[in-house]
């Protein structure tokens, strides 16, 4: 019997659907053009975990891929729609879902904002803080997951907070909230090693 042809699915917000650039160049397309791979954008702006899931058998288990990514949180947390275990608990069910259908969840941890800059650019008389403590909660309860429960997680909020700080922050985040055209290329790059990493294991 011959091996599936791997295909991936990423699913998400905009981050994910590359806002506010061209889909090419957004990371998930930089990171087929690396990988050469059957690669599927399924980001939609604005969306929250429950929205992600609500839309998970159309978006990503009818395409049967061999691997989906998934990238959200933010929003839930810009527009309390759901705590950080509300989220995770989302999460968990898709990355199950994901399983009972043979194929591999691998959870990203969101991306941290910068508040001072989305003060000014994206949205006024937000709790920043408040958002920015709760994706780091997030980004704990993904990292504590047991790997027996067969979904992986990659910490993308803490290598991209490596990228830069408060004196080149604006070269990596447009808004405080989306990445610049070069984050998204450190973000394939971070991705695609990634990738070679688990292809060898």
């Known amino acids: 019997m011959s091996e599936r042809k791997e295909k991936i699915v990423f699913i998400g917000n905009s981050i994910i659907n590359g806002f506010p650039h061209k889909r090419s160049e957004c990371f998930v397309s930089r990171f087929r053009d690396l990988t050469g791979l059957d690669v599927i954008n399924k980001g939609i702006n604005g969306e929250t975990t429950e929205q992600v899931k609500s839309r998970f058998e159309k978006d990503v288990l009818s395409h049967k891929p061999t691997r989906v990514y998934l990238l959200t949180g933010t929003n839930d947390f810009i527009y309390s729609t759901a705590t950080p275990n509300e989220a995770f608990a989302s999460l968990l069910d898709l990355g199950h879902a994901a399983i009972a259908h043979s194929i591999q969840p691998i959870l990203m941890t969101p991306l941290m904002i910068d ?50 700080d408060t004196a080149n922050v604006e070269e990596y985040l447009s808004d405080g909230l989306h990445p610049t055209i070069l984050g998204h290329a450190a973000l394939a790059e971070f991705l695609f090693e990634d990738h070679r990493q688990r292809a060898v294991l």
Request: hydrophobic residues 40%; negative net charge.
């Open 115 to 164: 508040g001072t800059l989305a003060e000014r650019r994206w949205l006024e008389g937000t709790d920043y803080e408040k958002v920015a403590k709760e994706l780091s909660l997030l980004k704990d309860l993904m990292m504590a997951l047991s790997s027996k429960e067969g979904i992986a997680v990659i910490d993308t909020q803490t290598h991209y907070m490596s990228l830069y």
